[in-house]
């Protein structure tokens, strides 16, 4: 058989390198479809993690109709990959990658209400490190949820420093039950980028800078980033709070705009939008917000004048 496979994720999707593991050990040839050329399969996947390209993922039903099934957290929270599938290691040379990446553990301990993850896993062990390793690399991606409430934190920070492993937690660590050793641990990981932190909610202030000081006693500032949660219960004076907070401590601020996970016609606010490429194109270090919009316009005339 011949098997297509589509995704809106950026870099890689665990899904289909499972997918594609099981199907080419039936034999079947399997690619990446480009989304522009439509060829001819005899099944395909799409996986769709943003609510908001939940109307590609009909075009795709569209147009290959019986022979697609559509799935992903854009699409469907409470789907999963059949068990015979999820045990598999997932195929990187689908998309070509030189790092492994995979769940330590699944599912989060918070239940935060803006975020799908309590209603899609449940908080459980996962895949072990040496199953998430690509021959290729030293290097991993670790996808947990909350990776420093683990029960097992330390027995994996040890295991990443034994097996010599670069590692990137794509979605960072709590910084609310951050401790001192916690934070010692994890400076002894050889970190590709920076560690990620989060300030979702400005009532959680005195937490989040109490974590925070702890990983400053064995984190440069440089090698902290913060997602700050905005649109979803806070003021606009809590969200240039928490970004000036975060300046003083000199630590990167990086804004995510909340969407409501089950509305793919959600509409975002336009200050809100406007607020996040203020901070995330570090105009912010430069340009009070008042006056953003006048240079973001001065910049476009220099540009067209430039064209001349």
Same mark, same amino acid.
């Given at each position: 058989?011949?098997?297509?496979?589509?995704?809106?994720?950026?870099?890689?999707?665990? =899904? %289909?390198? &499972?997918?594609?593991?099981?199907? /080419?050990? !039936?034999?079947?040839?399997?690619?990446?479809?480009?989304?522009?050329? +439509?060829?001819?399969?005899? &099944?395909? $996947?799409?996986?769709?993690?943003?609510?908001?390209?939940?109307?590609?993922?009909?075009?795709?039903?569209?147009?290959?109709?019986?022979?697609?099934?559509?799935?992903?957290?854009?699409?469907?929270?409470?789907?999963?990959?059949?068990?015979?599938?999820?045990?598999?290691?997932?195929? @990187?040379?689908?998309?070509?990658?030189?790092?492994?990446?995979?769940?330590?553990?699944?599912?989060?301990?918070?239940?935060?209400?803006?975020?799908?993850?309590? &209603?899609?896993? +449940?908080?459980?062990?996962?895949?072990?490190?040496?199953?998430?390793?690509?021959? !290729?690399?030293?290097?991993?991606?670790?996808?947990?949820?909350?990776?420093?409430?683990?029960?097992?934190?330390? %027995?994996?920070?040890?295991?990443?420093?034994?097996?010599?492993?670069?590692?990137?937690?794509?979605?960072?660590?709590?910084?609310?039950?951050?401790?001192?050793?916690? =934070?010692? %641990?994890?400076?002894?990981?050889?970190?590709?980028?920076?560690?990620?932190?989060?300030?979702?909610?400005?009532?959680? /202030?005195?937490?989040?800078?109490?974590? +925070?000081? @702890? !990983?400053?006693? $064995?984190?440069?500032?440089?090698? !902290?980033?913060?997602?700050?949660?905005?649109?979803?219960?806070?003021?606009?004076?809590?969200?240039?709070?928490?970004?000036?907070?975060?300046?003083? %401590?000199?630590?990167?601020? $990086?804004?995510?705009?909340?969407?409501?996970? @089950?509305?793919?016609?959600?509409?975002?606010?336009?200050?809100?939008?406007?607020? /996040?490429?203020?901070?995330?194109?570090?105009? @912010? &270090?430069?340009?009070?917000?008042?006056?953003?919009?006048? =240079?973001?316009?001065? +910049?476009?005339?220099?540009?067209?004048?430039?064209?001349?």
């Amino acid at each position: 058989m011949k098997i297509g496979m589509i995704t809106d994720a950026p870099m890689h999707n665990l =899904a %289909l390198m &499972k997918l594609s593991t099981y199907h /080419k050990s !039936l034999g079947d040839s399997v690619e990446l479809i480009n989304k522009d050329k +439509i060829r001819s399969f005899d &099944k395909v $996947y799409g996986s769709y993690i943003f609510t908001w390209n939940r109307n590609k993922a009909l075009e795709l039903k569209q147009v290959y109709g019986d022979k697609a099934i559509i799935s992903g957290t854009g699409v469907d929270v409470t789907d999963k990959l059949p068990k015979h599938v999820e045990m598999l290691k997932p195929d @990187y040379s689908l998309f070509d990658l030189d790092y492994g990446v995979g769940f330590t553990r699944r599912g989060c301990i918070n239940k935060c209400s803006f975020c799908v993850v309590p &209603k899609k896993e +449940i908080w459980k062990e996962d895949t072990a490190i040496k199953d998430i390793i690509n021959p !290729l690399s030293n290097r991993v991606y670790i996808l947990d949820n909350n990776f420093s409430n683990d029960p097992n934190f330390e %027995l994996k920070v040890k295991e990443f420093n034994n097996r010599n492993l670069i590692v990137s937690l794509q979605s960072g660590v709590d910084v609310r039950t951050m401790t001192c050793e916690k =934070a010692r %641990l994890l400076s002894t990981i050889n970190h590709e980028k920076q560690l990620h932190i989060a300030w979702d909610n400005y009532n959680h /202030k005195k937490s989040v800078l109490k974590g +925070i000081d @702890y !990983l400053l006693n $064995y984190f440069k500032p440089s090698k !902290l980033m913060c997602y700050v949660l905005i649109g979803f219960n806070s003021t606009r004076e809590e969200d240039f709070l928490r970004i000036d907070e975060l300046r003083r %401590l000199k630590i990167d601020p $990086y804004v995510m705009m909340y969407r409501d996970p @089950y509305d793919p016609n959600y509409k975002f606010d336009r200050m809100d939008m406007h607020f /996040k490429n203020w901070v995330n194109g570090h105009a @912010y &270090k430069s340009v009070p917000f008042e006056e953003f919009d006048r =240079a973001i316009n001065e +910049i476009k005339k220099r540009q067209q004048l430039s064209l001349f």
